[in-house]
């Protein structure tokens, strides 16, 4: 049997918004819609992956259709980006918000900043550093 890549699904009040956010912050593209229902509650999602490609895992932005959005956090997203700069701008053209600066931390070699989607899911978003040089 072969490993399929992984998935995260993020509970959200409106799949197709933060569907949308995620696209076009992170590059995520349309993989599928789905609607349906699970153990008698209404659901609807949208399955997403990096530049469309499920084989690359995926994140699904989820909404139980009946229920309240959710109150408190349950998941943190982790992104590691090429550009944390340009991501920090798309993060907040799209909507979204900073918790604090770009913090670069040389100890684990990343520079990093938390941010939230527009519903108020918090984002770990990571650029590694290069290596130093042996000299």
């Known amino acids: 049997m072969t490993d399929l890549p992984a998935f995260t699904k993020l509970i959200c009040r409106d799949e197709e918004a933060m569907a949308r956010y995620y696209g076009n ?34 994140l699904v932005t989820f909404n139980y259709v009946d229920r309240d959005a959710p109150r408190d956090q349950q998941v943190i997203l982790g992104f590691t980006v090429a550009d944390l700069d340009a991501t920090v ?11 604090g600066p770009i913090r670069e ?22 650029q590694m550093l290069a290596a130093p040089h042996a000299g």
């Open 25 to 58: 912050v992170y590059g995520y593209g349309l993989v599928q819609r789905v609607e349906g229902t699970s153990d008698g509650e209404a659901f609807r999602e949208v399955i997403m992956a990096p530049g469309g490609d499920w084989t690359k895992g995926t």
């Open 89 to 99: 701008e798309k993060i907040v053209a799209n909507g979204g918000k900073l918790c």
């Open 105 to 126: 931390e040389r100890d684990h070699g990343v520079r990093v900043v938390f941010s939230t989607d527009p519903e108020g899911a918090l984002c770990e978003n990571v």
